[in-house]
């Protein structure tokens, strides 16, 4: 089966599953702050797979972070000092782990609408071009909601290889943000990426989003190049505008 229309496939069925497990949130107050933490990746063991993100495999049986990599993916705790972060490796392999909102995130993007994190490239795929919906090196992905037909409404933030920042590229549900790139920087360093939410989706969708989105996913593939990502995370929270 031809890469894209697979990977394509995989992500309706994923999507279709996330929300399928989705519970209704009934109306409730909430305060403006604090910051909810996606993760930090602090409560974790050195060298242990976080088994609070998951995979949904195409049969929608949902699977747990430590059970679901396999040879050639790498989805483990590192330390610098006294600082826990996430190590994610991909050769010439493809992975995602999501949090949802029917799990452990929970939370109303329209009091909590900017969404902020690090990462650290240490290498992105070569000849990887997000326009060809070919290799992303690394990536946080926002999924709010659906449509009338079951297909995700996403967000893809990038570190991209050969793109610079704010490059958009459009695939009809899904669209990608270039939201920091080799082009643009030195790889190796931490950065810190912080979007707006709402207004992103406002510009690409139009209106407001659900308020309670779907899911959070971190990302990272290197199938279609035959190369192999490295990418660091940490620090992913949703915090109130200023």
């Known amino acids: 089966m031809n890469r894209v229309i ?25 305060q403006p702050s604090p910051e909810v933490v996606v993760d930090d990746f602090e409560e974790y063991s050195v060298d242990t797979v976080p088994g609070t993100w998951w995979y949904v495999a195409p049969s929608e049986e949902r699977i747990a972070a430590p059970e679901a990599l396999e040879k050639g993916e790498m989805f483990h705790i590192r330390r610098e000092e006294e600082n826990k972060f996430l190590r994610v490796k991909t050769v010439e392999e493809s992975i995602r782990f999501s949090r949802t909102k029917e799990g452990t995130l929970s939370w109303n993007v329209r009091k909590r609408p900017i969404l902020q994190w690090q990462w650290r490239a240490h290498h992105l795929p070569e000849g990887a ?15 709010f909601d659906t449509d009338w037909l079951g297909r995700p409404k996403s967000i893809k933030y990038t570190y991209s290889s050969n793109l610079p920042v704010g490059t958009v590229v459009d695939f009809g549900q899904l669209y990608v943000i270039v939201a920091d790139s080799k082009v643009n920087s030195e790889t190796g360093e931490w950065h810190s990426v912080q979007r707006n939410l709402l207004e992103d989706y406002e510009e690409i969708f139009g209106g407001r989003p659900p308020a309670r989105p779907l899911s959070i996913t971190i990302w990272s593939d290197s199938d279609t190049t035959k190369d192999w990502a490295q990418v660091d995370f940490d620090d992913i929270e949703l915090v109130p505008e200023s």
Not at 7 to 30: K, R
């Open 6 to 30: 697979a990977g394509v496939l995989g992500v309706l069925i994923w999507a279709a599953a996330v929300s399928a497990m989705s519970t209704p949130v009934h109306a409730q107050s909430e």
């Open 129 to 143: 071009s997000e326009r060809d919906e070919n290799d992303t090196g690394g990536a946080i992905y926002v999924t």
